[in-house]
């Protein structure tokens, strides 16, 4: 029987779950049985499953081939760590080992290069395994024998009698009883044990929230969010407290950061070197990655305005972009916290999605040109959907069209988003074919699309226009945006889906661009502050990974090497229809559903409105995104006016 549209979509109740597969886990109970996600949501299941393969590791951290001279350089180390590895193994003995415990396994990760570093098999299961008997006494033993006899001609320079003294010269004779020496004692005899237990607690820890994200999806943080919106005005007031000291003449008055940084960005601009380092020293003293949101802007402000001063902005981009390749899985992770906590990317994903899932009702045919499709978590949810709607589904041809850019190989990239993707298709009985298109956005024509007119073409562009050139590099070029535009114009999609960035960063003047992209990240941070206070580790990973890559660019990069070039949705609007498009009304239904998500589900002060036909979201009054529907204007859409 096919379901409804309040099952699809998560408006009505949702069914009791199946049966977990994880059966020899404990249950773990949702104190919030009221917050639970509609279980239709894959976007992060997607991701949880890319987390759990055997491999990742290997496809996330290897970006390079192997270079003979990189693995020259890198083979001394290896052995000292195999070395070192096969020493410490037979220092712990087989009680070092768990009973399921595999020593083949480690991973070793050095820069871009990870390999498995084995060691001989000396243990299997924790038993013994080598052919020689063994001795009396084992090497654990003799370590342990010879650290103990140097603890005891240690105590003997140590004074026989119990006294400390105070910085006043004064003696504390302080008694220890029985049960506090014999504690003491019995701590000095575990430190190893306590040592290995301490590694094993935290590779279980590891694989516990791996489990946590297969088994919860959605609902592995929003009781924490609850917490934290409750409890908001209290951690505030208690952060914002400068506790009183007497007598001390070291008072600081906490600088107005914000001046500051304007100041110095005037400095730099100048090239007023003396005066910008003087700044630049002041904004550090009173800024931190870990201190509030105005400290934690300022400090990544201060980066770009530091490296744009010493001419090495590009560099430092590059730095940056090849850094977050090494934690591409802790940023999954972060990614799946900041999704549960801030509703702009949920919101976008279900406004594109279900878009999609009307245009293509009664046909049985869907093209979906995706600029930017990178992982491709998003089409999940509409696969599902697919498969589920009435009719049966239709047949799903993707083209995604990656831009280059430094890092990680993008044709693996796209050969692994395309076998995830047509595993999930399977799954569901969706007919799937994907195909990826490495180059330029404004490079990619029409004619490279194989458009079948009885497909619904169905453009895609989640916040990647934002990445095009405004201007042209020659005289006798056309301005990129205009090129992509007029090639969507060409193909005469039934639907363009435009998520644009409402940002007025992107102008060629530096003073300018600082000032708007120092008010829309304050916004940005104020917003992580509020959503993300008990997850501050997580928080500082995706701001110095997202936010401080995109200002590290906004400030420190000029000319093509500036990639983060937005623009507001009104500029946009106007741009769109010089292009000979149609802007579509938005679907009301899907507005009052994405309002009802917002309402309940997240902070107070997110904000989703509307505006000629454009829906905003934003953080207290001030819009940073914005979507939108557009046509050709002499395409065949249904939602044509």
């Not at 309040?6 to 408006?11: K, N, V, W």
């Not at 730099?268 to 934690?296: C, E, F, Y």
Request: net charge negative; aromatic share 8%; charged share 25%.
């Amino acid at each position: 029987m096919a379901a409804s549209q309040e099952e699809l979509f998560g408006l009505a109740e949702p069914a009791p779950p199946p049966p977990s597969i994880f059966l020899d886990h404990p249950t773990m109970t949702n104190g919030d049985s009221q917050s639970q996600q509609p279980e239709d949501e894959m976007a992060l299941a997607y991701i949880s499953r890319m987390l759990m393969e055997e491999d990742i590791i290997d496809k996330f951290f290897y970006q390079y081939p192997e270079h003979p001279t990189l693995l020259q350089a890198e083979q001394p180390f290896a052995e000292i760590l195999s070395a070192s590895g096969i020493t410490s193994a037979g220092a712990h003995g087989s009680s070092a080992l768990l009973p399921s415990q595999d020593i083949d396994t480690g991973i070793m990760v050095s820069g871009f290069l990870s390999s498995k570093v084995h060691s001989p098999p000396l243990f299997f299961n924790g038993t013994v395994t080598a052919d020689e008997p063994s001795s009396g006494v084992t090497m654990g033993e003799l370590s342990s024998m010879a650290f103990f006899k140097g603890m005891e001609e240690a105590n003997s320079f140590l004074p026989t009698v119990n006294v400390m003294v105070d910085a006043r010269g004064r003696k504390k004779r302080s008694g220890i009883d029985g049960e506090t020496e014999a504690c003491m004692g019995r701590s000095s005899k575990q430190i190893a044990v306590r040592v290995l237990e301490h590694n094993d607690s935290a590779e279980e820890d590891t694989a516990l929230e791996l489990d946590l994200l297969i088994l919860n999806g959605y609902d592995m943080y929003p009781n924490e969010m609850t917490k934290e919106s409750g409890d908001q005005a209290v951690q505030q007031s208690i952060c914002r407290k400068v506790p009183r000291v007497r007598h001390s003449p070291r008072v600081m008055v906490v600088a107005d950061l914000e001046t500051l940084l304007i100041r110095c960005a005037e400095a730099v601009a100048t090239n007023d070197r003396s005066n910008a380092g003087d700044l630049l020293k002041k904004i550090k003293r009173h800024s931190l990655p870990t201190g509030d949101a105005r400290q934690r802007l300022a400090h990544y402000f201060a980066e770009g305005l530091e490296a744009r001063l010493a001419g090495t902005g590009r560099q430092m981009y590059h730095s940056i972009t090849m850094a977050n390749q090494t934690s591409t899985v802790e940023l999954f992770k972060s990614y799946h916290l900041c999704i549960a906590a801030c509703c702009f990317l949920k919101v976008s994903l279900n406004f594109s999605n279900k878009s999609i899932y009307n245009v293509v009702a009664g046909r049985k045919k869907l093209h979906i040109v995706h600029y930017g499709v990178n992982d491709g978590f998003q089409w999940p949810d509409l696969l599902r959907w697919l498969a589920n709607r009435e009719g049966g589904p239709p047949e799903v041809r993707i083209t995604g069209i990656i831009s280059p850019q430094p890092g990680p190989c993008l044709a693996k990239q796209a050969k692994e988003t395309k076998r995830r993707l047509s595993y999930c298709a399977r799954q569901f009985g969706v007919p799937f074919k994907f195909r990826a298109i490495v180059a330029k956005l404004e490079a990619v024509h029409a004619e490279d699309l194989d458009i079948d007119p009885d497909e619904v073409l169905v453009v895609n562009n989640m916040f990647h226009f934002r990445t095009l050139m405004d201007e042209s590099l020659t005289f006798d070029m056309e301005n990129p945006r205009d090129l992509v535009l007029n090639t969507i114009r060409k193909m005469k999609p039934s639907m363009l889906i435009h998520a644009a960035v409402n940002g007025a960063y992107s102008s060629a003047f530096f003073m300018t661009r600082f000032r708007q992209a120092l008010n829309n990240f304050t916004a940005q941070f104020d917003m992580m502050e509020s959503t993300m206070m008990q997850n501050k580790e997580k928080r500082l990973l995706v701001e110095r990974h997202i936010f401080a890559r995109s200002v590290m660019n906004i400030i420190a990069c000029e000319g093509a090497d500036r990639v983060e070039r937005p623009q507001n949705y009104k500029e946009w609007h106007a741009r769109n229809q010089r292009a000979g498009l149609r802007q579509l009304s938005l679907d009301p239904d899907i507005v009052k559903m994405l309002k009802d998500q917002v309402k309940k589900q997240y902070h107070k002060h997110f904000m989703i409105d509307e505006d000629q036909r454009w829906l905003l979201l934003g953080w207290k009054g001030r819009v940073l995104y914005a979507l939108s529907t557009w046509a050709a204007d002499d395409a065949t859409g249904s939602q044509l006016e």
